[in-house]
């Protein structure tokens, strides 16, 4: 499934919730995300990217 996202710098940690909602709703689910941006930094991206359960 694709998931795109818009955000700007303010919305990281909702993204963040949002995208581990989704993910531990659908455990058995594989994710493509997009993030559309225009204002976050490299630290911004690794921080939502660390947030994900990559292993499971």
Avoid: G
């Avoid at 694709?2 to 990281?12: P, R, W």
């Avoid at 581990?20 to 689910?29: G, L, V, W």
Wanted: hydrophobic content about 40%; glycine content about 0%.
């Amino acid at each position: 499934m694709n998931i795109l996202i818009t955000i700007n710098k303010k919305y990281v940690k909702q993204i963040n919730i949002l995208l581990n909602s989704i993910q531990y709703s659908n455990t058995k689910e594989y994710f493509d995300v997009y993030v559309l941006h225009r204002d976050l930094e490299e630290t911004d991206l690794k921080a939502i990217n660390n947030n994900l359960d990559l292993k499971r």
